[in-house]
């Protein structure tokens, strides 16, 4: 099997918004996060991938670009910008950027031409016609909306605000292809792309309501852009793709599939997603369905095509709340449980923002609390049609909205979370005074050193990256466990999903102990939360 860096590397998400701000107008930016390249580095990952920083209106928080190659002011500018990259790659860090190419701001001036008359060159940049269809919004709602200039509807998949993109128009496409080979050339090291399955849209029946992902043009565009683009550098690529199996993942992220290196899949962040509400209501979920589904994500790629490994992003509540245990005795060895269950995984680990301290969902009493779009789109569909009351509705928000993600930064137990000195845009989770970083750094036990220990284990086992995953005692719905193999080394990960000691005969391997979240060693149980992973001797 060929080696690329992407496959060894561990990726952090900064959401620049909510990591750090610089000049206390409560908004996190690009100076802020050149304050923090050290604690970055010295957490031990290799790659940073920025949330959007580009010109924006900021209807769904920067994936509404108006301008792909200026910086949005709230975040600095274009100079900020080359600094910051500079002084990530003098921490030995990359940096990858978020390509939101499914769609525009309606405030981009191709959409602005688009509108402008039907016979503009730019009208088919985007899509128009007479009558809506019965296509949804994915933030709620017709996905048509009526524009009073031409009297024609546009289509936008996401918010009003967000039009999509036509592929299928050649001169879009270059355009596209274009702007990236100008970030390229300034020297990133590769594109997360945004809702990348959504762009081709040909063939879709009308009365449909749910869009479809993965039309089979997708595939043809990713294979021009590969060649256009992408495979004249040596960069990482990892796209976004909601609603995709492995066996399509071969596809897209194949070894000789030239299209992508990794895709997010979402297949394990719906597990816990009620029948009717998705997300937006609290739902009893399985660890038999958590560890199938990633298990065969791991066996179907497995060495054919490489996977990458996330709890978290902004888009998700946080992990601990939602698969482990925020209860203050079990947070941190529980969010240390799922740390090393998913990093010692094959594929490219990711770490959200505040994952390494622990950060928890947040319960804000208001609606006005909250800032993003999509809750607010809900909350009207689900209340204003009876279908919930508010009551039910706000614990929905309290459990799956994105702010969960979305609270800024922890960093002290100073105003705001050391967050900023002004008014944040969005309420700090009143808990830092207990999460934080500078509580974790002057913790030799707390999260921030275990994630350290994660990334240092990577970088000396070429084992973890490597080897063969095998799942043990699939129908066990306490523990997970499993192997990784390679060159006759074993690796046994055990680990307990629950606040009880359970048996586990696995978790009584000899040999050398690389990963444990208690002080203590034990055999044959695992205690509450516990992990333990053995190098078999
Ligand atoms: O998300 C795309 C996507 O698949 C969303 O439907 C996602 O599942 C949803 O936000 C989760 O509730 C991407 C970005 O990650 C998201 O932040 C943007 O809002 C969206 O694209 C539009 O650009
Ligand atoms: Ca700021």
Known sequence: MEKHWWQEA??????????????????????????????????????????????????????????????????????????????????????IMDLVANHTSDEHPWFKASRASLTNPYRDYYFWR??????????????????????????????????????ANAAMRQDIYAMMRRWLAKGIDGFRLDAINLIDKHGVPDDLTYFPRNGARVHDYLREMNQEVLSHYDIMTVGETSDTVPEEALQ??????????????????????????????????????????????????????WN???????DQPRVVSRFGDDRPQYRVLSAKMLAAVLHLMQGTPYIYQGEELGMTNVAFRQLADYRDIETYNAYHEFVDSGQLTADQMMAGVHHGSRDNARTPMQWDDSANAGFTQGRPWIEVNPNYPAINAKAALADPQSLYYFYQHLTALRRKYPLIVYAQYALLDPTNEQTWCYTRTLDGQTL??????????????????????????YAVAHTATLRPYEVRAILLA
């Open 10 to 95: 561990v990726v952090y998400q900064i959401y620049p918004r909510s990591f750090q701000d610089s000049n206390g107008d409560g908004i996190g930016d690009l100076r802020g996060i050149m304050q923090h390249l050290d604690y970055l580095q010295q957490l031990g990952v290799t790659v940073l991938w920025l949330s959007p920083v580009y010109q924006s209106p900021n209807d769904d928080n920067g994936y509404d670009i108006s301008d792909y190659e200026a910086i949005m002011a709230d975040f600095g500018t274009m100079a900020d910008f080359d600094e910051l990259l500079a002084a990530v790659h003098a921490h030995g860090m990359r940096l």
């Open 130 to 167: 007479d009558r809506p269809n019965a296509w949804q919004s994915n933030f709620s709602g017709p996905a048509w909306q009526f524009d009073a200039k031409t009297k024609q509807y546009y289509l936008h998949l996401f918010s009003k605000k967000q039009p999509d993109l036509n592929w």
């Open 252 to 305: 897209y992220a194949g070894f000789d599939a030239h299209e992508l290196n990794m895709l997010f899949q979402f297949d394990h962040m719906e597990v816990d997603f009620d029948p009717q509400f998705g997300k937006w209501q609290k739902h009893p979920w399985s660890l038999v369905a958590l560890k199938t589904i990633l298990s065969r994500w791991q066996t179907v790629l497995a060495g054919k095509a």
């Open 308 to 314: 990458s490994l996330y709890w978290n992003n902004h």
């Open 492 to 517: 046994v990960v055990t680990a307990n999903f629950t606040a009880e000691t359970v048996a586990c005969p696995a978790a009584a391997a000899a040999g050398e102990q690389l990963v444990h979240n």
